[in-house]
């Protein structure tokens, strides 16, 4: 116990101290600003209701398409030699660097109905409109989700060991079996890790969505576009679905343990 | 029938192979690094022959000048890999009825092959028992049974008694004896082990560089 590296200098302690303090106080805060008696109430007026619903729906739907095209793009990035690779990679993280509401003027640029590049192409063609509707704030948060689920998913392939796969190939699996019955299985952490983190972001996601699909109260208004909104016009009510979304995180932290807190993986 | 003619290459490593098997158990001897890993992996289709043909009965299944590959999971080989590969999220039972479902045999049939397989090698106790948690010498009774209860048309085994102790060898022994002359397949053997070769096999190939 007594050798240089276990000796924690007290100029350490008291930063890290200060950084405890720095997190704790606002969540604090957040907590004290809560009107308890009237939570129930705030959390069922209708504004809250319909943001909590769509929130829900969408970060689902947002999660499932970022699933959809995310773990073919983490194959490749994971298993196949292709050129243009590290520019593949460079362009699945983009949205986790981007300013989300430059992800959300990007977006229009793309879908937008009049002068977008395949907006036009979509609303003519089937009659879909992105912008300003549900499957708007579905796009942006499944664009700003993907990174999350393709990097969980790339390191979990990387760290299989292929003969799980080369013995079922032997034993007669094919590509879909070995990919259901083998890959997945041995994924199964890192899709799970992938998926929560996912959602979480899906779920929090402001700026693409209100530059996007707007802050439209019962079609697009997502929870933290509630809060944003409600915080001038009904503080209890924004500070009430503060508190659920924080209860959220925290739930989703508990979920991750294994994964990132106090584990001894990673 | 297994017909290897031509260079195994794997890596950095490339070595020339004559090799015909009937039905027989051929054993392969040699040190570490003289191949012998390298040829059952071909033979399997888990890497390509460099050059040369190679067939499984009659049928050609690797032949670089003709452009002819078939891939591993449609050439029926039985195979015990050095280190088993059991899959680590079945338990013993669900890892030996593997090759039967995938050949469409229903589940439970299937277990209840490879439950009455397992007992034959002695490892029924652990039937139940996670991959993971098995020792040294009942997962390698595990990959056994696993590489000779789908029928297959050849059975590769590498190293397959490293695991098990002295005392049950021959038991095991005699059990995949039994078995493979049952299938009447071509089986080839590897090992360093000289004495274990000579208990098992028909006929021994030597080589050590």
Redesign the interface.
Known sequence: MNSVSSRTPRFVRIGALLGVVFLALPVVGLLKRVAWSTLCRQLTDVATRDALRISLYASVCATVLALVLGLPLAWCLARMQFSGRRFVRALVLLPMVLPPVVGGVALLGAYGKSNGLLGGLLNSLFGIQLTYSLWGVIVAEAFVALPFLVLSLEGGLRSIDVKYEESAAVMGATDFTRFMRVTLPLLKPSLIAGLMLAWARALGEFGATITFAGNIQGRTQTAPLAVYTMLESNPEGAYALSFLLVAISVGLLVGLRDRWIGGSSQ | MISLHGTVEVGSFSREFSIDVGNEIVGMFGANGSGKTSVLRTI???CPLGNGELKLGDDLVDAPAKNMFV???M?????V?Q?H?L???MTAVDNAA??LL??GVKRAPAVKMAAEMLEQFGVAHVAQHMAPTLSGGQSQRVAIV?ALI?SPSAVLLDEPLSAIDEASREGVRNHIREHLVRLGVSAIVVSHDRTELDHLCTRIENYTR
């Open positions: 399997a289709g888990l891939l591993p999971e050439r029926n080989i039985g195979m890999f280190d590969s899959f680590p999220f593997f090759p995938m050949r696993r789908g």
